[in-house]
């Protein structure tokens, strides 16, 4: 009666243990999405699970005697750690049991790579490990090592780099040195790989997702903010950790591969968006930008802070001056913006002398103008209207939408137009009127450099979509379309069809930048990028 129940002492600790860490802290919001039922669904799944976890346990995996300690032993010599196999191991999936699909008290076989659920006599992990023969065993939430059957805990500091690959670390001073490195790093299979510059997996027509996060890893401050989980412990938003995750991820130099799985970002996305935006479902990476911005700030403001990262690095405001007819005259407004969608001219109908349709082209500045106070835009909806857009306060990013696509009743067109743009040094006050602030360098205060670049290729509702990025620590330019991640030429950029740009703001008016402002001036005098419009 003593042993049975000193196990029910010992596996409610364990139990109550479990609970907290569900609660507090910013690993339990990396809990994997099992299902897409209401919350109150799944917290009773998953107390269900958890008292047929203390079940199995009770049941216990016995010591000598049968007798089981109340500490688990701890070793260090385990004599089956040769057996772990890096190159099958993959955590950028959901954790979910291989067996019994359930994201409780989940581990992964380190032999294998699969996952099953417990560590009990009855349990998935310890059937396999008899049936397998394989003994070494991660626990994907708390990192601890066992050896099943036995039972012990393997505290070997060999296992380090698995922890890492699992949960990627950073510390402040490592972050603010990334856009210095110019280092590669080596995956296991032995093909090498710039940190932050790693290709994404394509689960099924998800290359929007994808271009969309390679641009927003280029954000400097954003990216910052989500390496130090610190910053969003408090957030209770799967997608926020989901996200921060993933660009741990993008940007740790010891994975063992060369390319990122976005899988378990994804699975967040499709939750929190009600499947607006899916796996399998071609999406307009503009609509899910706008939309994964929104979301993000929604989820980490908060009632004592009501601004967030991503407004301090993207929202400007706009005057919009609505005019619906001459009698009432015309109203005057303020509204934020953390993106302007620009409108580009008609393609022309007629051939050239080739029999081959003419692709226009026209100058950024140009449709630019339809934000320079002056310039009439008329629009139907929600009534007849003409609109006039003035900036007043500029975004420290400031994302650029050409609208390339046009529905109808029936089909979606596409303007092909092709828009000049500089790589380099657009200076928006000599296109824009821009309100200036006494003792502030106008000159320096608005002008940008091109970040990101996304592209879409082949017919409306069909193709697929790449992205330029810039990697900031050579000032070199690189094209990636899911996997694929090849150097390219500052001109190629200029020469594709624009149809979303991040671009950076010039002043750099944080002391953690100083430093990178000295070597960007640098790398400039030695390889200066062309400009091209």
Known sequence: MENSSSRRDEEEEEQQHLKKQKVVGFDNALLPLAAYEDEE??????QQEEEEEEEEEENGF???????????????????????????????FEKFCSVSLSNLNVYACLVCGKYFQGRGHKSHAYTHSLEAGHH???????EKVYCLPDGYE?????????????????????????DRNRQWSRALDGSDYLPGMVGLNNIKETDFVNVTIQSLMRVTPLRNFFLIPENYADSKS???????????????????????????????????SKKRFRIGAQSDPVEFMSWLLNTLHTDLKSSRKKTS???????GELEVVKEINAKDGAETSRMPFLMLGLDLPPPPLFKDVMEKNI??????????????????????????????????????????HMRRFTKNNFFVEKNPTLVNFPVKNLELKDYIPLPSKEGEEERVRSKYDLIANIVHDGKPGEGAYRVF??????ELWYEMQDLHVAETLPQMVALSEAYMQIYEQQHLDSHKQVEAAKVTTTTTARRRLPDSG
Not at 137 to 142: H, S
Not at 379 to 392: L, Q, S
Not at 469 to 474: I, T
Request: glycine share 4%; with cysteine.
């Open 41 to 46: 669904e799944e917290e009773a799944e998953n």
């Open 469 to 474: 990025v810039q990697r900031k620590s050579e």
């Open 309 to 315: 990262i991503i407004h301090q690095c993207f929202q």
């Open 359 to 400: 692709i226009p082209q026209v100058p950024l500045f140009n449709i630019l103008k339809k934000f320079d106070g002056e310039s009439v835009t008329e629009v139907v909806r929600p009534r007849v209207a003409r609109m006039r857009y003035r900036v007043t306060r500029l975004p420290q990013y400031l994302i650029l």
């Open 154 to 178: 393997i505290n070997d500091p060999s296992l380090d780099d698995i922890r890492h690959v699992l949960n990627p670390r950073f510390k402040k001073d490592q972050v603010l040195q990334l």
């Open 238 to 272: 799967v997608l926020v950790h989901r996200f921060g995750e993933l660009t741990r991820k993008i940007w740790h130099a010891r994975n063992f591969k060369g390319q990122v799985s976005p899988h378990e970002f994804l699975q967040a996305v499709m939750k929190a």
């Open 62 to 92: 016995g010591g000598e005697g049968g007798r089981r300690n109340r500490t688990i032993e701890v070793r260090r010599d385990c004599p089956y750690l040769d057996t772990v196999n890096r190159q099958v191991l993959d955590f950028d």
């Open 136 to 142: 070494v065993y991660i626990n994907l939430r708390t």
